[in-house]
């Protein structure tokens, strides 16, 4: 892992645009988890690759679960409720607290030991909370330090079903006692003061398991508006027959509401903007956030509401809105708990004083949150007190005076990512200490929030962190990064570097092609009338794809401009993009991890990349450096010519019929006209990092 990443947001114009932010990480967990259970393969769509994720997936895998990504999809072999076999191993559940509890639960029956560990944090964690329950059923659990990780479960034939009231509301415990119940004959029943979470209930009907609910409203009840408010006081008592047979179903996972929030905050603060996030969980009780930006004034609206495995999901539209200050009552911190630190910087943007209680939880997440948010806002100006569960933050719409502002983030996400945001609509520029948590939770955030119109930008701040090694995360055993883009764009160079550093093969597609024009301009051809010689040029690039060597290809020697143009002109002929099509991707196929470049790659030859890449500059900006490049090679070149040539290139390339230059639509554009080659690298290198699919181990 990077030592750190700095990031910088600046005031931005309005925001715009309709994006999906990753999936919900309680459902993927889910997800994973269930299926698991199931008789039969399941689908899983949208699947949150974050890390917490990835280690319940190995964990499951480690039982004997069959659990694969293909292009996009995770496939789950489920083994059926009981059906685990005894992993070899311990289990590590990393950082994930919700992995590891769900899993103990969900192992926990089964008569062989199974040993759980997770990182130095996870080991600080209380673990009581379900080791109680688990041992009323007759678990048998052994830890090393009083009731935290690393420790032992261990069930047998004789255990029981019990009935848990929850001595505090904690979606987690309610969902090991049930996980452990699937697998108990007999019915378990949890009771919970008021309601939590309620995703594995959910998802446990959705696969066909019996739970039934019984909902006794102490307080007030559901309003019929737009979005139900979070209900207020009720106690609830689940009951989930044991020993289910669940049916494998395909799984959509929705987008995250806690993620969607960091967007949408972002529209209501930063003036002008209209954003729309598609398919984003609202389940009533993950909703408190909107709920109260709603009683604020926020001007959101929910559209297209539909179900996808047993949860409700809806497009979120969100404009620039006068907000002002309200108070929050206890009751609706479960529903929101992630998501104070952005309600605060909605809180400083908005008229008069936000009060939020019942925080008391926030003491004790990834960091102390409650005070990471506080000292975060005095910090930029904002008047905030954090009392010992309660928040208030005095905002200040029109005089708010924001300071150039250095914030630490304690490696909490969440505070990360809340900060950039109030940084977009800051008088100053806002800077976060380090970015490298964001991805677990959110890869891809700051590209998504660019994408939008935000201004971000990155720095590295450790010198050794450039000789760091990513490779890739257990689960993705190759990779793929493309990168297209027009001649001389620079996309060479950086595409080299990144290889590099990631220990991959680089591929310079256009050199084949460069070869095949070579081979066409030798059999004495006019190359203007190519076209005219289809078959030839087909036959010369099946010959080179047979012929070629991946090793030889980056030392020819066929860097000139009438080479460039000769190449240019048999790629139009599609006989000749066949004839490479296979060679490329026998090429991708060979390898553990490749990095190419080209002006197809991610949207014909690999349109399945990990990650995929748009960089561009302005026609001048490129004739400028391609004429240079001459240069500094022969003294007879003229600008002129350089710049005719590019674009007559870029528009045969642009508008030829067989695989035209354009870019992938999931890819990620830079525009490098006024950045230099560091730069550029930076920014990519930074997106490789955040898109979760890597773990950065090696170097200082
Ligand atoms: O990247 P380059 O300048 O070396 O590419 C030379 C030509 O090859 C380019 O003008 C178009 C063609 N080409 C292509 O059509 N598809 C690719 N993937 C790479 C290059």
Redesign the pocket.
């Known amino acids: 892992m990077p030592k750190s990443t700095q990031a910088t947001s600046s005031r931005s114009t309005s925001l715009h645009g309709t994006i999906t932010v990753p999936g919900d990480k309680s459902v993927s967990h889910r997800a994973l988890m269930l299926s698991s259970q199931a008789i039969g393969r399941t689908e899983i769509y949208g699947l949150l690759e974050g890390e917490d994720v990835l280690h319940t997936a190995a964990a499951l895998r480690a039982m004997g679960v069959g659990i694969e990504k293909r292009d996009k999809v995770w496939i789950v072999d489920g083994v059926g409720v009981g059906g685990l076999s005894a992993p070899s191993e311990v289990l590590d559940m990393g950082n994930s607290g919700t992995g590891a509890r769900l899993m103990m639960g969900l192992v926990a029956p089964y008569e062989f030991p199974v040993t759980f560990d997770g990182d130095a944090s996870l080991r600080k964690r209380p673990m009581g909370r379900v080791i109680i329950p688990l041992e009323k059923m007759g678990v048998v659990i052994t830890s090393a330090e009083g009731g935290k990780l690393p420790l032992t479960v261990q069930g047998g034939d004789n255990l029981v079903p019990i009935c848990y009231e929850l001595p505090v509301a904690s979606a987690q415990v309610k969902s090991c006692v049930l996980l452990a119940g699937l697998n108990i004959p007999g019915k378990t029943t949890v009771i919970e003061p008021e309601p939590t979470r309620d995703h594995t209930e959910r998802m446990l009907r959705y696969l066909g398991a019996e739970v039934v609910v019984e909902e006794q409203v102490l307080g007030t009840g559901f309003s019929e508006d737009a979005l139900q408010p979070v209900r207020e006081s009720c106690s609830l008592q689940i009951t989930l027959t044991g020993q289910p047979e669940l049916r494998a179903r395909n799984i959509e996972v929705p987008g995250d509401p806690s993620s969607a929030a960091f967007p949408i905050v972002a529209a209501l603060i930063v003036p002008g903007s209209e954003i729309t996030v598609r398919n984003v969980l609202i389940n009533s009780l993950r909703t408190g956030l909107y709920t109260t930006l709603i009683e604020m004034g926020a001007d959101i609206a929910f559209s297209n509401r539909r179900e996808l495995a047993g949860e409700e999901v809806a497009d979120i539209t969100a404009r620039h809105s006068k907000l002002k200050g309200i108070t929050v009552p206890a009751e609706r911190a479960p529903s929101m708990i992630d998501e104070y630190p952005i309600l605060a910087v909605a809180a400083s943007f908005a008229e008069g004083t936000t009060t939020m209680l019942g925080l008391k939880e926030l003491r004790v997440k990834e960091s102390d949150r409650l005070s990471a948010i506080a000292d975060g806002l005095k910090v930029c100006g904002v008047k905030a007190e954090a009392g010992e569960d309660s928040l208030v933050v005095d905002g200040n719409p029109s005089s708010i005076i924001h300071h150039p502002s250095s914030i630490r983030t304690h490696l909490d996400h969440r505070i990360a990512m809340s900060f950039l945001v109030l940084g977009l609509a800051a008088e100053n520029p806002v800077t976060v200490d380090d970015i490298a948590m964001i991805a677990t939770s959110f890869p891809g955030f700051v590209d998504l929030m660019r994408g939008l119109g935000a201004v971000i930008r990155f720095q590295e701040k450790v010198s050794g962190f450039k000789k760091n090694v990513l490779k890739p995360v257990p689960e993705t055993s190759s990779f793929i990064i493309a990168i297209d883009g027009p ?1 001389a764009s620079g996309k060479g160079t950086v595409a080299r570097r990144i290889a590099e550093r990631l220990g991959a093969v680089y591929l310079d ?3 084949i ?2 070869a095949v024009g070579v081979k066409l301009m030798q059999s004495s051809y006019d190359i203007g009338e190519a076209e005219d010689h289809a078959s030839l040029a087909a036959r010369h690039a099946i010959e080179i794809s047979k012929t070629l060597k991946i090793d030889e290809i980056q030392h020819l020697e066929l860097d000139n401009e009438s080479v ?1 143009m000769a ?2 002109i048999v ?1 139009a002929i599609p006989g000749v993009r066949a004839a490479l099509l296979d060679f490329q991707r026998a090429v991708v196929a060979s390898k553990q991890g490749a990095v190419l470049d ?4 991610g949207s014909v030859v690999c349109p399945d990349a990990d990650v995929k890449f748009y960089i561009t500059a302005s026609l001048e900006a490129r004739a400028k450096r391609r004429f240079n490049q001459l240069k500094s090679q022969t003294e007879s070149v003229i600008y002129g010519d350089v710049l005719q040539n590019l674009r007559e ?1 870029d528009a045969r ?1 642009k508008t030829r019929k067989a695989a035209p230059l354009q870019a992938a639509e999931d890819a990620i554009r830079i525009d490098t006209t006024d950045l230099n080659m560091d730069e550029v690298f930076d920014k990519m290198w930074n997106v490789i990092q955040g898109s979760g699919r890597w773990s950065v181990v090696g170097g200082q």
């Open positions: 001649a597609t256009g050199k092609y460069r460039g190449a240019s790629s080209g002006r197809d790659i290139r390339d």
